[in-house]
C-alpha cells in the first residue's frame, strides 16, 4: 500500500476557498482521489487525476469550483476548493489507485472499492 498524508482542511465562510494537498509515494499508483464524508452519508468522491496524462475527473457536484492537480516531481496531488458551499462540509479522504482513471468511474461515480491506499483524513467545515 501507498501512504498518503493530507494537509490543508480547515474551517472557511461560504464563497472562500481552499485547497488541500496529499503527498504519497507514486510507486505503482496510476490515479490519485478525493473522496469526502459527510456524517451520515455515503462517501462520495470528487474528483481524481491520471498520473500519466493528469486527466481528470470531477463529481456533478464539484465541477466548475473544484480542480485537482498532480506534481509528479513531489509526488503530491492538490484539491483547490473555490466557491464552498456549507453543503462541501465533510472529512476528505485522499486515495490511490494501481487502475487507470477509465476504470476507476461508472454513472453512479468513482469507485472507491478500488482505491487501494487511503489517507487518514482532513476536515473541511464551510460555514454560511
Known amino acids: 500500500q501507498v501512504q498518503l498524508v493530507e494537509s490543508g482542511g480547515g474551517s472557511v465562510q461560504a464563497g472562500g476557498s481552499l485547497i488541500l494537498s496529499c503527498v504519497g509515494s507514486?510507486?505503482?499508483?496510476?490515479?490519485y482521489g478525493w473522496f469526502r464524508q459527510a456524517p451520515g452519508k455515503e462517501r462520495e468522491g470528487v474528483a481524481a487525476i491520471a498520473v500519466r496524462d493528469h486527466s481528470t475527473y470531477y463529481s456533478d457536484t464539484v465541477v466548475g469550483r473544484f480542480a485537482i492537480s498532480r506534481d509528479n516531481a513531489k509526488n503530491t496531488v492538490h484539491l483547490q476548493m473555490n466557491s464552498l458551499r456549507p453543503e462541501d462540509t465533510a472529512t476528505y479522504y485522499c486515495a490511490a489507485s494501481r487502475s487507470v482513471l477509465r476504470d476507476l468511474w461508472s454513472n453512479k461515480g468513482l469507485l472507491s472499492g478500488l482505491f487501494e491506499s487511503w489517507g487518514q483524513g482532513t476536515q473541511v467545515t464551510v460555514s454560511s
Open positions: 507514486a510507486y505503482g499508483v496510476l490515479t
